[in-house]
């Protein structure tokens, strides 16, 4: 792999010996691409080591994909990679330390859930949107994550945000930013309807995924386990039907009843029903939902979303189109 001077080349000697030789003690967690633990350098750095699983769906390329990536990439709303190791059949990616782990952890957790308040969501939502426009816009590749949910937010000790996981991230020059793959990799409950049918992903996929992570962070729910009574709804077929009856404050977990500000979660949630239409053309572009989270000016009216139904969801699981198969991945 192309040396790259920005990040520091870590032999796994000292990897092993930074996390006590990959104790469970030190493991944090673990995602698509493998466990995740914590580590500490000879110089009292600490750091996160992502080390590649053998039942790992990910493989070389995503850690090329993820180094070379990530290294280009300059943003406080995104993580920071420190450095690698290629050792043999050992892939590792070292990570600077949160201390909160990811967004995940905290949101679908009864008794953590509690301690994000209202305006730590609303910091968390408004991070979250300034990192993707970044990616989409502002860097100087501009990227489509392609897969963006609540495992791969994560969190400093001041619970600010930090985009990671770009292991199924594409890169674009110009102003081409739309592409098709046979080969669908992406989080379920997540993924566009477009990009999972068809296999068309563009910067508008990612913006469906920030939707459905708008209406989770608020909800406080999974989608993909979301259920709501004998209509068998989902959250975003929930957060619509809410809509529709005005009753959208209602799609708010009830542990923020002290700390809202109605104002911001209904905005939030109308941003969200936008970011969440069937049509990717129907959807507006991060620097658009940038602009509509902090304006207080009307909004426009959105559409039915996609997927509506739990049904509908478990169909996609399933599905194997004439032209490739999905492969959905599991947050943990």
Known sequence: MEQLDDLQCLSLYDIARATDNFSDS???GEGGF???Y???LEDGREIAVKRLSETSQQGLDEFKNEVICI???QHRNLVKLLGYCVHQNELILIYEYMTNKSLD?????ETRSLMLNWPQRFNIIHGIARGILYLHQDSRLQIIHRDLNAGNILLDGDMNQKISDFGLARMFVGHD????TKKVVGTYGYISPEYAVHGRFSIKSDVFSFGVLVLEIICG????????????DNLLGHAWRLYK????IELMSVSLQASHVVFEVLRCIHVALLCVQHHAEDRPTMLSVVLMLVSEGPLPEPKQPAFFTEESCHKLEALTSCEGTITLLYPR
């Open 245 to 248: 009856k005005g009753r959208t």
């Open 71 to 73: 290294a280009k990439l």
């Open 26 to 28: 030190n493991k944090i």
């Open 177 to 180: 930013t739309t592409a098709k």
């Open 221 to 232: 729910k999974k989608n993909k386990e979301f259920n709501q009574g004998d209509r068998n």
């Open 105 to 109: 952890w905290f949101l679908f957790d």
């Open 34 to 36: 493998g466990p995740v």
């Open 38 to 40: 914590k580590g500490v």
